[in-house]
């Protein structure tokens, strides 16, 4: 490890690109005849296979979680905060595996991957995906790397859904699932938000309805919007009111000046959004907010999460935080709720937090405590299953 | 009254055009040289002057408040359900004045009428405005009808803002102030959604910076978006639940079809903004959301409400909604808080509802019942000035 780093970080990681040569039919029945995925391990597999723990990214997220990629980087992986060196997801005693999922744009095959039926990049034509779609590659993933059970399968937001799609799909190879700040499905209001930062990237004209790759431009402003749209949704308004209040950037309130007036929280969003655009691609952004909107954890189960529940083997940790609007803790409680009936295990902890949606990727010291606590459960189990083998 | 209108409607109205010839001067320091308003009032003014009612409209309101402007109108106007014979704002007691604003786009001055420097539509040059230039054109509107002091001012949303700056400007000219679904100020979220709204306008290639009359073109899409961002911060999670939920309107989940699927709050959203698009003047939308922004009750009285609101010699009824996440109970109470600190007579009542902002213009009995006894009291005091008269 780079001693320029803290101590308690992986440190200098490299991410690497698996190829899976077998194809993957994809839940709305069209196949992926072959697919990569990009992908960051952090500390070593036991001899027992028995310490991996699968990270599930969110709508922007991907598989850089912890460390850093270079000497240089001023920022570590996205959930650097909780993996590490002696955090939560301790890396001396799990196997951390993190990737950027199908559909992604990241590395993984996705709308800029190439469609080998056309020798050009997918763009537009990718398959709409589900997130049972995400749990067959990853289950691909899994065996690829011996893993046949996972320790723990963890995710925030959307990657929440996933881990708890995970215990339905293959509930045999799931010890734990840990669901933060996630929900069953989406309200009426998220698909409405999700609905409208869709509208704004499909009618930038250089969307060109998908296929701005091969018109050589970018739907950078409709992207920006949407990041903006979606941004004001993961904070909350005492975070917003605490962090901007109604402080100027530029311009003043004194009579007589005509001068545009701009507040902090204009100039924040607008950098978020223009950032975001540069970094992300538009059909990789229409297809998981699909994906967010069509999962409905409980749909093939009669619309019963405690029937759903029940096929469940593993435990549960349920996570959510006082001011997130998004997956508000009622989500949450839903899904609780449906477990205890189900007769499953769970621990559920609702933190108090002003920081939103965005919470569960930031330092909160009970949240810390609450997950720390859990996943030492789960790696003593993981370890007294190095010793019963 | 024509008889196919219920009996406690104000029935046929007709909205008619105030020139008014004197330059005013507006906040930021420009002259507007004359100006219009189109009014429509309800009722008699009574022979003390002494029962007029002031109605102050929302951001996409006007002055078509109450009745039918033709028979075959399936819709009445904004406010139709408190005002009227009998209603909460009883048009037997009251003489109701509804107006739209300068700046608005239904025929009061605003960035359609002419600039007669120019010869042309003012379109962006329009000056930017601030409640108070709003306060100031009625002002001179009440002068024109007669109006030495109004019984009562009363607004929801931006209208009480508009309706708490008068209490403030014309102390001696207010009796009653009735600020529904409320706030002092925006906060930085209510900032963040009108900065996106904006920005959805301005980047509509068919916006041309403003000058879109002048192209012949309307940026539809961009001021559709804004409408929907705004939409759905005037809904409740809650109420979007009931009305909506994950019903949809097109496709199907089932297993191997590949067609769009659509939800109805996805449809319903895109009629909101779509209708929107077509009666609403982007420029305005861009006015009045920077007027809201820049609205702050306390700003030249040392950031102080208490302070502010000692200027005040009228009483007040303050009302907020369980609900309302745009303008939160929160805010009303910090009104309350503040007027009481000031030794202001004021009501307050937060009503329940799952109605969102949305609440201040829809059917509550209980809204109603605290509305229509707050009123009636306000009426009898207009009716006991006549009898002093």
Request: charged fraction near 20%.
């Amino acid at each position: 490890m780079n001693n320029r780093f803290p101590t308690n970080s992986v440190g200098l990681v490299k991410p690497r690109i698996i190829h899976f040569e077998e194809p993957l039919e994809l839940a709305c029945g069209r196949i992926l005849p072959h697919f990569d995925l990009v992908v960051e391990t952090y500390g070593e597999l036991n001899r027992a296979a028995s310490n991996a723990v699968l990270i599930c990214h969110a709508l922007s997220g991907h598989h850089h979680a912890a460390g850093f990629h270079t000497p240089e980087d001023k920022k570590p992986g996205w959930w650097d905060e909780y993996i590490g060196p002696g955090k939560p997801i301790d890396t001396n005693r799990f196997y951390v595996v993190a990737l950027n999922n199908i559909g992604g744009c990241h590395g993984s095959t996705g709308p800029r991957a190439i469609n080998p039926a056309t020798g050009k990049a997918w763009g537009r034509d990718f398959p709409p995906l589900r997130a049972r779609d995400w749990v067959h590659s990853q289950s691909r993933l899994a065996a690829k790397l011996g893993i046949s059970q996972w320790a723990a399968v963890v995710g925030g937001s959307l990657g929440g859904m996933n881990a708890m799609r995970w215990a339905l799909e293959y509930p045999d190879r799931v010890r734990h699932c840990v669901a933060i700040a996630s929900a069953m499905k989406l309200s009426a209001q998220n698909i409405a938000f999700n609905e409208i930062a869709r509208r704004a990237i499909k009618s930038d004209p250089d969307f060109h309805n998908g296929d701005y790759l091969s018109h050589g431009t970018l739907p950078r402003n409709g992207l920006a919007l949407a990041r903006m749209i979606g941004h004001v949704t993961y904070l909350s308004d005492e975070l917003m009111g605490t962090r901007f209040g109604r402080e100027l950037r530029s311009g003043t309130f004194e009579r007589g000046l005509d001068a545009p007036i701009e507040f902090q929280v204009e100039s924040y969003l607008r950098h978020q959004g223009d950032s975001f655009s540069e970094i992300f691609d538009a059909n990789t952004y229409l297809l998981m907010t699909k994906l967010l909107d069509y999962f409905d954890l409980a749909r093939e189960y009669g619309d019963d999460p405690v029937a759903a529940f029940s096929h469940a083997q593993c435990k549960f940790l349920v996570v959510s935080f006082t001011t997130d609007w998004r997956f508000s803790p009622q989500r949450s409680r839903e899904i609780v709720d449906a477990l205890i009936a189900a007769n499953k295990d769970v621990v559920y902890a609702n933190i108090e937090s002003d920081m939103g949606h965005d919470a569960f990727l930031l330092p909160n010291a009970r949240y810390e405590g609450v997950f720390r606590a859990y996943m030492d459960n789960v790696a003593r189990e993981a370890e007294q299953l190095v010793r019963n083998a």
